[in-house]
């Protein structure tokens, strides 16, 4: 059995974001993961019981506040654990997820002040996967992504 990859669902344009949308990717890796049933979506923050729509979070050193200065962070570290949850009882070895999601975001997330101002880090959700040793990239990478993959399998059929 070939291996799966867990994807932010709101990639696949399931309506799971914070405003309601989605952010459907037309790309072909995720249409031949589809096609080959390899693709396990998942959404963290409405795994971890936030409704949609619900305000835009963003994480704030080791919390994950609302812009209404509510306290998320239970929330999010529940979603993440489901998502590790989900990706082990499926056999994951590698996620795309959506970039700079607080759950999601690959490498850079926003910095907590609502500014649209970039900084280095994980969402909470890509940490949680990373720290298992799922390999995580993000829609803005699905090239190298692709390539990763390729390598993966070929090395599989050894
Ligand atoms: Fe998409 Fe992840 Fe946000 Fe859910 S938590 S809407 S999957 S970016």
């Given at each position: 059995m070939q291996a799966k990859v867990l994807v932010s669902a709101c990639l696949l344009?399931?309506?799971?974001?914070?405003?309601?949308g989605h952010n459907l990717q037309q790309h072909p890796l995720l249409a031949q993961l589809r096609e080959q049933q390899r693709l396990v979506p998942f959404c963290p923050e409405c795994a971890g019981?936030?409704?949609?729509?619900r305000p835009p979070a963003e994480q704030q050193g080791e919390r994950v506040l609302t812009i209404?200065?509510?306290?998320v962070t239970a929330a999010f570290q529940s979603g993440a654990e489901l998502a590790l949850q989900t990706a082990k009882a499926q056999s994951v070895v590698m996620a795309i997820l959506k970039a700079r999601?607080?759950?999601?975001?690959?490498?850079q997330i926003y910095?907590?002040?609502?500014?649209?101002t970039l900084i280095d880090g994980e969402g909470v959700t890509a940490a949680r996967l990373q720290a298992a040793g799922i390999v995580t990239f993000s829609e803005l990478q699905l090239l190298q992504a692709s390539q990763w993959l390729a390598v993966y399998d070929a090395s599989c059929e050894l």
């Open positions: 344009g399931e309506l799971v974001r914070y405003d309601g019981g936030l409704q949609t729509p209404n200065g509510d306290d999601s607080p759950s999601c975001g690959v490498a910095d907590g002040s609502f500014s649209k």
